[in-house]
């Protein structure tokens, strides 16, 4: 598919800039597009193109990738009158891997497929280290053989990529990795204080406890931030609570109890309204502190 494919990407942020490095790196034309241009800059020296607007790039592309904030976003870039479906060519591949409502993956491939487009939901897990080493689990929903067309492209920005079903499975999956996650890191943090508190070297600790039945992601990446006092965002505060938020209401649909997740979102927004909605998740540590 390389040769005449021209990928067009949108939001070049934490991770979004690393996983467009990596298509640049493999070889894919590409144009960019983010809304403060100096963002992008790094990619533009690399290679990229720039497009001024969402619908200039939608004319040149016939892939395109999102990697946005929210769903709002998502909303107007794919369904407004200056967004890619009104302007883009039948033909094209969307991919929407900002993490979104199942709903609205479900409504943009339906509107897509009236223009003879195709899109596809996948959402990613990893983080910026899984961004950066191309590393992400990218989970994929819509029509499976949209899916197999750009599944190469996938390949290039993460090695577990994995098709999960019609539109809006990508999500569904990725609200099931977020509700892990919630409940996950308040166990890994409330370990490494309680480490602390009973006088023990918190580096020795995780020595120990990663790589047995404790062992997880977030224990392994995440703590060790924690230890330094690294607050720096791999993953904003602020998106997790988006995504949460989302999680939670997908599973009142279902008439399903989640305290875990309720709970975990709970202590994140009052880490929020202290002012560390920029911060990376790892800064639930300060909740405790």
Request: proline content about 3%; charged content about 25%; aromatic content about 6%.
């Amino acid at each position: 598919m390389k040769e005449n494919t021209i990928i067009g990407f949108i939001g070049t942020g934490v991770m979004g800039k690393s996983m467009a490095h990596h298509l640049l790196k493999a070889g894919y034309e590409l144009y960019v597009y983010t809304r403060t241009k100096e963002k992008a800059e790094e990619l533009l020296n690399q290679g990229a193109k720039w497009a001024d607007t969402p619908k200039e790039l939608a004319q040149h592309a016939n892939v395109i990738i999102t990697m946005i904030g929210y769903p709002k976003d998502v909303e107007d870039i794919y369904l407004g009158e200056q967004g890619l479906i009104v302007n883009g060519k039948p033909g094209t591949y969307m991919i929407d891997m900002t993490t979104s409502t199942p709903s609205l993956a479900e409504r943009i491939a339906s509107e897509a497929k009236k223009k003879g487009m195709a899109a596809l939901d996948a959402p990613v897990s990893g983080g910026d280290i899984g961004a950066r080493d191309a590393k992400l689990a990218i989970m994929v929903g819509g029509e499976e053989e949209d899916f197999k067309a750009v599944q190469p492209i996938l390949e290039v920005m993460g090695n577990n990529v994995v098709y999960q079903g019609k539109a809006g499975s990508g999500q569904h999956t990725k609200m099931c990795n977020q509700i892990t996650i919630a409940s996950t890191m308040i166990g890994v943090t409330e370990a490494i204080v309680y480490a602390k508190k009973a006088g023990l070297d918190p580096d020795r600790v995780l020595q120990s406890i990663s790589t047995g039945a404790a062992s997880s992601w977030s224990l392994t990446n995440l703590v060790p931030r924690m230890v330094k006092e690294d607050f720096e965002p791999g993953f904003y505060i602020k998106h997790f609570i988006k995504d949460m938020t989302i999680a939670l209401e997908e599973a009142d649909k279902m008439g399903m109890d989640t305290p875990g997740l309720a709970l975990s979102k709970s202590l994140y927004v009052q880490l929020a309204e202290a002012g560390e909605e920029n911060s990376g998740t790892q800064a639930l540590y300060k909740y405790y502190k």
